[in-house]
């Protein structure tokens, strides 16, 4: 067996990684206090104020979706949420869900785009201004197997 590098500047040793959290990998733009075992735990520290970044939820306007983006409101501080489904703010409920998440502070946008159309993701994200980039996606956008719209 070779010998094992020298660790470089900054490294975190393994055993205190599984304890501490420190030095976890994670998502630009999250604060490392969002990653560990104590944030795990539900602590209040799980609301950092004003996150820059952008939070994409994909059938942010379903039911799943406005669950999620109600909690990364509410328990995560997100501070700016795209909402996406095919129709957008025109889905049911879409106003209402909008109103709920901008009340407390946040900005939240239902925009219209079939997740399933890569070019008109691609544009999607290329409009992000560069003040809120992407820093996370919620997959939530999915058709029930029993939804009349789109029979089997
Ligand atoms: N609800 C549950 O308890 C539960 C449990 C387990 C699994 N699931 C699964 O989780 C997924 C979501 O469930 P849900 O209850 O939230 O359903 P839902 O209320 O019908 O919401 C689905 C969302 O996805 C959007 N969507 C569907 N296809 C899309 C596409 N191609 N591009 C963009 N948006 C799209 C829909 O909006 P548009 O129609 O306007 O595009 C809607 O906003 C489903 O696959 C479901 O089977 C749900």
Redesign the pocket.
Known sequence: MGRRPAPGPGAVPLDRHRRTGAGAPRPRGVPARATGPAHRGGADHARPAGRPGTVLV????????GLVARHLVTRHGARNLLL?????SE?PGARELLAELTAPGARATAVA????DRAAVAALLAGLPADRPLTAVVQ??????D?P?WPA
């Open positions: 994909t059938g942010g306007t379903g039911t799943l979706g996406v489904s095919r129709r957008g889905a785009c079939d997740t399933a939530a956008a999915g058709v029930t197997a939804d719209r």
